[in-house]
């Protein structure tokens, strides 16, 4: 049995990559080639742009792949929903299409943009989303650089952004929110069907939920007298709960557990202050839960 898995290229690609090495899955890639091996010699990789992985995830040119719920929706084809997988280039939230317009434009609505120009790469969604709202407008397909397009070349856009910095740079200001977006892994549904791949395809999700749910999170090990266990606890913050064992010694515990990295400057002094010894902080790569 082989499964190809379809990556997304461009802006994704990178952390993609490296989502897939911490999730135990490395993926070669040479040169400009689009395509990759992998660790595993039944997945093979292809790079493909997130607008169009749906096409080619509902055709069966590849069995399952990674991309955003707006091109899901945006491509109105019929295809598996296998997991989400948040994470994007500056957070782990999800991110927005937002509809715009300049900041001295006297829009305050989608209702005020009845007969006006709209760019965006999001033309279906947009067009459904003017239509709920009984709203006729022109919605124009933008083949890039959609910020600096209003007011000569359009009147209002909706274009993706994480935090708004970009569209303020562009001195723009947020009317409404038109779609919430993640990344995905979706399936085709044959592919999904057979259970040797759907198999495959579920560990897979798994493996990079675990290798998600590690970032930015590291695990911390340290020995406590049992007389200073509660204050010891009172100062971690836990995953679920710490994990306590008994050490040769029994008046001493052991105490294993997961916390942000950040938070790790203040919470080990704070330990220690608590009488905790032998702390050991350690990198994670997988959490699953």
């Known amino acids: 049995m082989r499964l190809r898995i379809g990556i997304p290229k461009g802006s994704l690609q990178e952390a993609t990559l490296q989502l897939f090495a911490r999730?135990?899955?490395?993926?070669?890639?040479?040169?400009?080639?689009?395509?990759?091996?992998?660790?595993?010699?039944?997945?093979?990789?292809?790079?493909?742009?997130?607008?169009?992985?749906?096409?080619?995830?509902?055709?069966?040119?590849?069995?399952?792949g990674l991309t955003g719920l707006d091109w899901?929706?945006?491509?109105?084809?019929?295809?598996?929903?296998?997991?989400?997988?948040?994470?994007?280039?500056?957070?782990?939230?999800?991110?927005?299409?937002?509809?715009a317009v300049p900041e001295d434009s006297?829009?305050?609505?989608?209702?005020?943009?009845s007969q006006r120009i709209i760019a965006t790469e999001l033309v279906n969604v947009t067009r459904n989303y003017f239509c709920k709202k009984s709203v006729e407008v022109r919605v124009e397909?933008?083949?890039?650089?959609?910020?600096?397009?209003?007011?000569?070349?359009?009147?209002?856009?909706?274009?993706?952004?994480?935090?708004?910095?970009?569209?303020?740079?562009?001195?723009?200001?947020?009317l409404e929110t038109v779609l919430e977006s993640n990344t995905q892994i979706i399936a085709n549904q044959s592919s999904y069907s057979d259970p040797g791949k759907r198999r495959k395809i579920d560990n897979l999700a798994l493996?990079?939920?675990?290798?998600?749910?590690?970032?930015?999170?590291?695990?911390?090990?340290?020995?406590?007298?049992?007389?200073?266990l509660a204050a010891v606890l009172a100062v971690l913050?836990?995953?679920?709960?710490?994990?306590?064992?008994?050490?040769?010694?029994?008046?001493?515990?052991?105490?294993?557990?997961?916390?942000?990295?950040?938070?790790?400057?203040?919470i080990i002094p704070r330990l220690k202050e608590e009488q905790a010894q032998g702390i050991v902080e350690y990198p994670l790569n997988k959490v699953v839960l």
């Open 23 to 64: 999730a135990g899955l490395p993926v070669y890639a040479t040169g400009r080639s689009y395509f990759a091996s992998t660790a595993d010699p039944e997945i093979e990789c292809m790079l493909i742009r997130a607008q169009e992985m749906a096409r080619y995830v509902e055709h069966g040119a590849i069995d399952a």
């Open 72 to 99: 899901v929706i945006e491509s109105g084809l019929e295809v598996v929903t296998v997991s989400d997988l948040i994470y994007a280039k500056r957070s782990r939230g999800k991110v927005r299409w937002v509809l």
């Open 106 to 113: 006297p829009f305050e609505k989608a209702e005020d943009l």
């Open 141 to 174: 397909f933008s083949w890039g650089a959609t910020e600096v397009k209003p007011p000569m070349l359009a009147d209002a856009i909706v274009e993706v952004t994480e935090t708004g910095s970009s569209l303020k740079a562009n001195r723009l200001r947020i």
């Open 207 to 228: 493996m990079l939920r675990g290798a998600m749910e590690a970032q930015d999170r590291v695990g911390l090990m340290l020995n406590v007298r049992k007389q200073h």
């Open 237 to 266: 913050p836990a995953l679920k709960k710490p994990t306590i064992s008994t050490l040769s010694d029994q008046d001493w515990l052991a105490v294993n557990t997961v916390i942000e990295e950040s938070a790790a400057w203040e």
